[in-house]
């Protein structure tokens, strides 16, 4: 499973981060006017939007806007104020919400595989989990042509393809080469460029 979350202009779920949290405020992706389309924050973006339309909203920082959007909510769809105070209140409930997920996307990485992450957590609530000391050694989890398959704690290596015997012999039978990321690093060691 890809991450969701990202501040890459090019990626296929630029629509998911629409609205972000930045310095404590919520800033609204490519809010600004043409030809530059700057982020904004939100209050920015609901000022220059009630300027534009007569609204009766101030919007003069976000401590004050929550409080008139909160008002606002209580008309529902009857003024258009009310309707932008439910814009605002999502906008703030999926910067919230992304926030949060971005912290634990940031601990998982690019991919991951929510069976493998439940099974985990299950296995740890059961007290069946232990934390090994790091290895004083190298290893091929922290080598540069070690590439972890996602939700294991093995992987493929760049340089060999396929498992060797104790005398350096290629063993075809063995199928392809998929290290374990505590396994003692080889020769062909490289660490990982951070
Ligand atoms: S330490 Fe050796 S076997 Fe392990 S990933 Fe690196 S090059 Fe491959």
Same mark, same amino acid.
């Given at each position: 499973?890809? =991450? ?9 779920? =630029? ?10 405020e919520v800033?609204v =992706?490519?809010g %600004?006017? $043409? ?5 904004v924050t939100l209050v920015q973006w609901i000022k220059w939007a009630a300027e534009e339309h007569g609204l009766n909203i101030e919007a003069e920082n976000a401590e004050s806007l929550g409080d008139e959007m909160y008002d606002a909510l209580q008309d529902g769809t009857e003024t258009v104020e009310g309707i932008v105070g439910l814009l605002h209140a999502a906008a703030i409930?999926?910067? $919230? ?21 439940? $099974?985990?957590? +299950? ?8 934390? &090994?000391?790091?290895? +004083? ?7 540069? &042509? ?21 005398? %350096? ?20 060691? +490289?660490?990982?460029? +951070?």
């Amino acid at each position: 499973m890809k =991450r969701l979350t990202t501040d890459d202009e090019k990626s296929m779920f =630029r629509s998911l981060n629409l609205f972000y949290g930045k310095d404590g405020e919520v800033w609204v =992706r490519g809010g %600004g006017p $043409e030809p530059d389309y700057q982020d904004v924050t939100l209050v920015q973006w609901i000022k220059w939007a009630a300027e534009e339309h007569g609204l009766n909203i101030e919007a003069e920082n976000a401590e004050s806007l929550g409080d008139e959007m909160y008002d606002a909510l209580q008309d529902g769809t009857e003024t258009v104020e009310g309707i932008v105070g439910l814009l605002h209140a999502a906008a703030i409930q999926a910067a $919230e919400m992304r926030e949060r997920l971005k912290l634990i996307e940031d601990i998982l990485g690019d991919d991951y595989d929510l069976d493998r992450l439940r $099974e985990m957590v +299950e296995a740890d609530r059961e007290g069946r989990c232990r934390i &090994h000391p790091k290895s +004083e050694n190298n290893t091929c989890g922290s080598c540069g &042509h070690f590439q972890r398959i996602s939700g294991r704690r093995c992987g493929t290596c760049d340089v060999y393809s396929k498992y060797r015997d104790r005398y %350096g012999r290629v063993d075809d039978r063995r199928g392809t080469f998929t290290p374990s990321q505590s396994k003692k690093a080889c020769k062909r060691y +490289e660490p990982r460029e +951070e």
